[in-house]
């Protein structure tokens, strides 16, 4: 294996957050296509929906920067900050884009002519509970991390 794919995958919080983002993309596509009954590849990939992966990445960092390098280090306090803009982003100016796109697209469709893969994108932030429900699955991921390969 090369060096550097072994000091990547020493960072245990880098690895922390990869696993919060996937975990909750994961869970977020199986609700999604359960709900539509049918498999809904995008949603494994989009932004938007349940849980919040952008919660769950910067809560699992915030979580193990915590642990690692204490609540008193520098590093805690910028993923601190971190993860306070993620989470305010996602709850109320990415939500609130996705609701302007809502209306925008509504006013778009009573023109018949439109093509509705030109319709803007609906799905863009999150809801609270979105938001935490991603929290707590990136705490959970960073604690079983913790106690699995670090404590």
Request: with cysteine.
């Amino acid at each position: 294996m090369p060096e550097f794919i072994k000091i990547i995958f020493s960072n245990h919080i880098l690895n922390t957050g990869v696993l919060a983002w996937f975990f909750a993309q994961t869970i977020k596509g199986i609700i999604a296509s359960v709900q539509a009954k049918k498999i809904l590849i995008d949603r494994f990939f989009g932004s938007g929906g349940m849980p919040s992966s952008h919660s769950s990445l910067v809560t699992s960092v915030l979580t193990m920067v915590f642990l690692i390098c204490g609540v008193t280090s520098a590093e805690f306090a910028i993923a601190a900050v971190f993860w306070f803009v993620t989470t305010y982003d996602a709850a109320n100016v990415r939500y609130a884009v996705g609701e302007q796109a809502k209306i925008i697209n509504q006013i778009i469709l009573i023109d018949e002519r439109v093509e509705r893969e030109k319709l803007f994108k609906e799905l863009m932030g999150h809801t609270k509970t979105e938001i935490f429900f991603g929290c707590l699955l990136g705490l959970a991921i960073a604690l079983i991390y913790w106690t699995l390969f670090i404590h």
